[in-house]
């Protein structure tokens, strides 16, 4: 019941700061701050003191919820799914921390519509009954949305509204396969499941299996993003508070990630390795052209959305290589790109603060009065790019180099990329703390120091000793 616990105490905790907003004004942002805290802390101590192996799925909670149609109320999680939920705790606290000044009006609601959008994620993240992980997918969707469209930048409506177009769309898709999917159980067995385990017996005829599977896909490609189903991204990226960004950047383009892995890849192996070309040739495309837009763009937040989707592009690559270092690789650089991505628009927040702007022709020599910022500037630049050393750098290399033991030719298009990334991420720091000064800004706060500091320090610890992930993931095959 650890999970149950965390999920309705984040949305209480939502809920009390919402409340006391009108009697102590900045009360929310505590209490979101603690929530988060001992939350994250009781989730930590109980995944430990259990002793429980998770190496395979272990079911923690299977209560009837819909009795009628069977929908139960079942949470499970593996050491994927622990990987996950504690980077999306730590971002947690960021997302509060990114908040805490740029967050003046309805504070309250801000913090209720965080903290309901992170328990949608671990509902996400640890749900096993499909109907419940569809119900947690909506739970996420609708308080980003409200994220974007109210404390949102100047095209904060357009940018929400193409945002929960494309996700309540492809999130049909899924329904319908999870629907089908349920039928599929009933046909063989006379009983209605929708419980993952279950579905991991049936045998499924391939040519049900392949349109099935595409609805899955789908639905987490848009989320992931893949092209051609990206648009949404850069202008949610754009528009949305610095949290915002943090949020879609870290932890919710992860959720498409184990979507892929848990629901398409694990559930559908044959008929998702029928389908591995086209998924590896759109990873290819999605690696290339989020790197050229990257370089093209003046926008600085704009430009870190592209390159999301061009680091998002390795993931698929390496998913759909169907190699088990290839999938090392993956989960180490969804770690390693929440943390990059989450500093690169932590520093963007920080940057419109100051100058309230975020064109990079705006910027310049900012390094003369702001060195610390600017040194951390450059450091999660060459993340960005894979600068060995660094968490990105061995997330990337392990997938490219299982994938090219399947497909070397994707891969050596693939590898292109990376040049493009320290094109426009060199061009990005260059452009904004290189050259003549534009004006004088003020350096890191205490608290942004603790921001930065503490993503730097970890991908800094990951990149040295990236065993610390890779330990658990290294028993999987595919």
């Known amino acids: 019941m650890m999970l149950t616990i965390v999920m309705l105490g984040l949305i209480a905790a939502g809920g009390l700061g919402w409340y006391f907003e009108s009697v102590k004004a900045q009360s929310a942002r505590w209490i979101a701050l603690f929530s988060i805290l001992g939350l994250a802390t009781f989730f930590i ?8 192996d998770y190496s395979e799925l272990n079911v923690l909670v299977r209560v009837p919820w819909i009795s009628a149609f069977n929908i139960e109320y079942a949470l499970a999680i593996d050491y994927l799914s622990i990987i996950l939920l504690s980077l999306t705790f730590f971002l947690a606290l960021i997302c509060v921390l990114v908040s805490w000044e740029e967050i003046q009006t309805n504070a309250g609601f801000y913090y209720f519509n965080l903290l309901a959008a992170i328990a949608g994620i671990i509902g996400v993240f640890c749900a096993v ?3 419940l992980f569809f119900f947690f997918w909506e739970v996420m969707l609708l308080p980003m949305t409200a994220i974007i ?3 949102g930048h100047e095209n904060r409506h357009f940018a929400a509204i193409k945002f929960f177009i494309f996700t309540q769309v492809s999130s049909l898709l899924m329904l319908v396969s999870i629907i089908a999917m349920a039928y599929i159980h009933y046909d063989q067995t006379g009983l209605i499941s929708f419980f993952y385990q279950d579905w991991l017996l049936l045998d499924i005829p391939l040519e049900k299996a392949r349109y099935i599977m595409l609805g899955f896909f789908i639905a987490f490609a848009v989320k992931l993003p893949s092209v051609p189903v990206h648009s949404w991204l850069p202008d949610a990226h754009t528009q949305a508070p610095t949290a915002g960004s ?3 950047a870290g932890v919710l383009l992860k959720t498409g990630a184990y979507g892929l892995i848990r629901f398409v890849i694990f559930l559908f192996p044959q008929a998702s390795q029928e389908f591995a070309p086209i998924a590896m040739v759109l990873a290819v495309v999605s690696i290339l052209y989020g790197a050229k837009m990257a370089f093209a763009q003046e926008d600085f937040k704009r430009l870190v959305a592209y390159s999301s989707i061009s680091h998002m592009g390795f993931v698929m690559l390496a998913l759909f290589a169907f190699n088990t270092l290839a999938y090392q690789g993956a989960v180490i650089t969804l770690v390693a790109h929440g943390l990059s991505s989450a500093a690169l628009f932590a520093l963007a927040g920080m940057i419109y ?7 990079l022709k705006d910027m310049g020599g900012f390094w003369h009065s702001a060195p610390r910022m600017g040194g951390f500037a450059l450091a999660f630049a060459g993340a960005a790019f894979g600068l060995p050393g660094l968490a990105n750098f061995v997330g990337e290399f392990l997938s490219l180099v299982g994938a090219y033991q399947v497909a070397p030719v994707f891969v050596i298009l693939a590898a292109f990329g990376l040049i493009g990334s320290a094109v426009y991420g060199m061009m990005l720091f260059q452009t904004s703390f290189q050259g003549p000064p534009t004006t004088v800004v003020k350096d890191l706060s205490g608290r942004e120091l603790l ?3 503490s993503l730097f320090m970890l991908l800094l610890v990951f990149g040295l000793y990236p065993n610390a992930v890779l330990q658990y ?4 095959q595919l």
Do not use: E, K, T, Y
């Not at 603060?353 to 064109?359: E, P, W």
């Open 129 to 131: 009954d499909l109907f």
């Open 246 to 248: 943090v949020l879609l």
């Open 451 to 453: 921001i930065v500091g």
């Open 353 to 359: 603060n100051r100058i309230h702007s975020r064109n």
């Open 45 to 52: 101590v109980s995944v430990i003191s259990s002793g429980a």
């Open 473 to 476: 993931v290294q028993g999987v």
């Open 149 to 151: 469209a109210i404390w």
